[in-house]
């Protein structure tokens, strides 16, 4: 939304305080219910969450998005739907493709499992971490998470607190530390400047807490970057050819 701001004509959304645009539409979903469209759709806060989750994962949608976030905008204001060259009487492509965009922020892009969705995600998620809450603490912990993080809070809290408590584990057998012991080799770190799942701040974090790591910061957007640029490909395949020892290197930004 900051980008957008600064864009100028290349983000359909920037016109007025976007930041402030979001907040509108987000609060209008939840206290006041579902925007109806031109064409007689209608789009709730939990499609609304769902798609911005799911788009944020794909940079080249971000367009879409921000035309997507206008139409909506505008469909609670008609006055400013009327003078925008984006008011339609059906929804654009650039929303239709944002509204189908839900489901991707759970699914790998290439994946090499038949498990694609919820079914490995548990699996490990809920051995690593250790949710221990009852299932019917789950909306309280929904509200605190919903004040903590606006758009994102409720969201995550139907996520892992309300799978894992229920999840099947007989034996919980999983390294839970310390961490900070010095490894023969280093543990190699990478961190997407614009990552909408793990934050940047997150990679410098464990590569300071880890007793020998090296980070790899990447300039991108996205979830995850190996397999999606030659360059961090190329320091991920050098380190493992050299493992005896991986010596300082250029690209290694200090933290």
């Not at 080249?60 to 204001?77: G, K, M, R, S, V």
């Not at 008609?78 to 339609?88: I, K, V």
């Not at 493709?97 to 892009?109: E, P």
């Not at 995550?156 to 584990?169: E, F, I, K, S």
Request: with cysteine; proline share 9%.
């Amino acid at each position: 939304l900051r980008t957008c701001d600064s864009a100028g004509a290349a983000c359909a959304f920037r016109d007025g305080n976007p930041r402030a645009k979001f907040d509108e539409l987000r609060t209008y979903l939840r206290e006041t219910g579902p925007i109806t469209l031109p064409d007689g759709s209608a789009v709730a806060i939990d499609t609304f969450t769902d798609a911005i989750a799911g788009t944020l994962y794909d940079l080249t949608a971000l367009a879409d998005l921000a035309t997507a976030l206008q139409e909506l905008y505008n469909a609670i204001h008609p006055p400013a739907a009327a003078q925008s060259r984006s008011a339609a009487r059906s929804p654009t492509p650039s929303l239709q493709a944002v509204l189908g965009n839900a489901k991707q922020a759970k699914l790998d892009i290439r994946p090499d499992t038949p498990y694609t969705s919820d079914d490995s995600y548990p699996a490990v998620n809920c051995t690593d971490k250790p949710f221990r809450n009852r299932p019917g603490q789950v909306p309280s912990i929904a509200d605190q998470w919903e004040r903590q993080m606006a758009t994102f809070g409720r969201y995550l809290a139907w996520g892992d607190p309300a799978v894992c408590p229920d999840w099947p584990l007989d034996r919980r057998d999983v390294y839970s530390g310390p961490w900070n012991r010095r490894t023969p080799n280093p543990v190699l770190v990478y961190g997407n400047y614009y990552d909408p799942a793990t934050q940047y701040e997150f990679a410098r974090r464990m590569t300071r807490q880890l007793g020998n790591a090296r980070l790899v910061s990447a300039d991108a957007f996205g979830h995850t970057i190996l397999g999606f640029s030659e360059c961090t490909d190329i320091i991920a395949t050098d380190y493992l050819i050299e493992l005896n020892g991986y010596p300082e290197r250029e690209f290694f930004r200090p933290n």
